[in-house]
């Protein structure tokens, strides 16, 4: 009887009921006080200092299509978060799912205020929409405002008044680097700069996470290296990030975590050094010559096989895979020591985040 009730009280707890209105049901059906603290306690898992949004069990159905099947994963203060996925993963439905714009079919997200308290997103939706500002794939601002009426604009729609509207908006200009073009109207603006107003508009509320879906995904490489470099100001004041980006090599640099959405859960979470080690311990060593020729040297490395894993050519270059580096390198500084010239490049990585990638999807 005790794990039937057990099992009721968490899909309960699924369902999005908060852990406040099912104390209050069970004390009003006469319950024992001592009784319902420890059968709650079995049906919501305790959040964590320094958790800041919890998503717990979180389902969700298009029709017959199941996007997301009981996803649960934790965001912790002050991160930047990363979510990574082939197309069609379902990343951007988690994303709104988070902000509220969705509701589960299953499970909650649990949002901890800054005092401390915890709201799910589901029952509270305006209150969260003081604590999450989101930046979508397609703009929020209005092309024919300008910079500042646009940033006015939405903060009114908060209420934000004058004195405090002026300097909000004041400030949010200075920080995505608009002074110069704050009258300049929204779509003689340009890629980079438009990308920056809509992290001013979604900065508005000043809210504890900022949530972006896909930013950089018309960027070029120099206006994607400045969008992160704004992001990370953002952060350093003490903005959670969390976004969801097709540009791995990117969210490797700049997420203090990720998660790798796959087969409508989460198939890997952890730092980039600890998903690199889910794929391989090994280092690899990257070497390319000027005549791309590399039978001789593989028939040096296969004498001392022992220090190496694998090798491939890839693109002209000779890749070799090892626990040590250390071993390898004087081989091959020994073979091409009288071959000056030879050598147009030499360098030792560890696996990149988007080999990965390949492996948790191939698995």
Not at 13 to 40: D, F, M, N, T
Not at 154 to 171: G, K, N, V
């Amino acid at each position: 009887m005790d794990d039937a009730l057990e099992e009721h009280l968490h899909i309960t707890a699924e369902k999005g009921v908060s852990r406040e209105e099912l104390q209050k049901l069970l004390l009003k059906a006469g319950w024992p006080p001592e009784q319902v603290s420890a059968y709650i306690q079995k049906a919501y898992k305790a959040i964590e200092k320094g958790v800041i949004i919890r998503v717990a069990g979180v389902s969700k159905h298009f029709g017959e299509n199941t996007v997301l099947d009981a996803v649960d994963f934790d965001i912790n203060r002050g991160e930047i978060f990363g979510i990574i996925g082939m197309s069609g993963a379902g990343k951007t439905t988690l994303l709104n799912l988070i902000v509220g714009f969705l509701r589960p079919d299953q499970g909650d997200i649990m949002l901890v205020l800054p005092d401390g308290t915890i709201r799910s997103v589901i029952k509270n939706p305006e209150l969260i929409k003081q604590q999450i500002g989101f930046s979508t794939q397609t703009p929020s601002f209005y092309e024919k405002l300008t910079v500042r009426e646009n940033l006015e604009h939405f903060a009114r729609l908060y209420h934000l008044t004058e004195p405090d509207l002026s300097r909000r908006c004041t400030a949010l200009i200075e920080l995505v680097g608009l002074r110069d073009a704050k009258e300049v109207s929204a779509s003689h603006l340009s890629g980079g700069m438009q990308k920056r107003l809509d992290i001013a508009c979604a900065l508005i509320p000043d809210p504890s996470i900022l949530i972006l879906d896909e930013p950089t995904a018309d960027l070029d490489p120099i206006l994607r290296k400045q969008f992160w470099d704004l992001i990370r100001q953002v952060n350093a004041k003490g903005t959670t990030i969390m976004l969801a980006s097709h540009f791995l090599a990117e969210i490797e640099l700049l997420c203090s975590r990720i998660a790798i959405l796959q087969n409508k859960r989460i198939a890997e979470l952890g730092t980039a050094q600890e998903l690199r080690n889910i794929y391989s311990k090994d280092y690899e060593i990257y070497l390319e010559t000027t005549t791309q020729e590399y039978d001789k040297l593989l028939k040096e490395l296969e004498k001392r096989k022992k220090f190496f894993t694998k090798t491939t050519i890839d693109a002209g270059e000779l890749v070799i895979e090892t626990p040590t580096p250390e071993s390898i390198l004087p081989i091959i500084s020994a073979y091409f020591e009288r071959q000056i010239g030879m050598i147009q490049s030499l360098h030792v990585a560890r696996p990149t985040l988007g080999k990965v990638f390949e492996a948790v999807v191939k698995r």
